[in-house]
Nanobody, 116 residues
C-alpha cells in the first residue's frame, strides 16, 4: 500500500504564488507517474500537470507558463510551483501517483483559494 501526504495549500491573492508538495511512502518498488489534479465546486476533476519517471511533463493549457511540476525520485516527492495565480485556479488540489506499475493512488486533497 502507498500513502500520499500533501502540503502547501492556502489562501493567496491574485498574482501570488503557492507551492504544493506530495510525498509518497509505503511499499514502493517504482513510481511511474506523479501528477496534480484539481476540482472546483460544481466541476469535474481535471488534470493540472503530470510528470513521468523520466522527467517528461504535461500541463493543462490553462496553467502553461505559470505552473511548474517537478519531482525528486530519491524522496518520492512531487512539487507543483504555482505562480501568477488567478481566482479561477481556486480548487481542491489532489496528488496522484501511479506506483508499482498498476497502483493508482490519490492524496486527501489540499485547498487552494485565490482571492481577487
Amino acid at each position: 500500500q502507498v500513502q500520499l501526504v500533501e502540503s502547501g495549500g492556502g489562501l493567496v491573492q491574485a498574482g501570488g504564488s503557492l507551492r504544493l508538495s506530495c510525498t509518497a511512502s509505503g511499499i514502493i518498488f517504482s513510481i511511474n507517474y506523479m501528477g496534480w489534479y484539481r476540482q472546483a465546486p460544481g466541476k469535474q476533476r481535471e488534470l493540472v500537470a503530470g510528470i513521468l519517471s523520466g522527467g517528461s511533463t504535461n500541463y493543462a493549457d490553462s496553467v502553461k507558463g505559470r505552473f511548474t511540476i517537478s519531482r525528486d525520485n530519491a524522496k518520492n516527492t512531487v512539487t507543483l510551483q504555482m505562480n501568477s495565480l488567478k481566482p479561477e485556479d481556486t480548487a481542491v488540489y489532489y496528488c496522484n501517483v501511479i506506483a508499482n506499475l498498476r497502483g493508482n493512488y490519490w492524496g486527501q486533497g489540499t485547498q487552494v483559494t485565490v482571492s481577487s
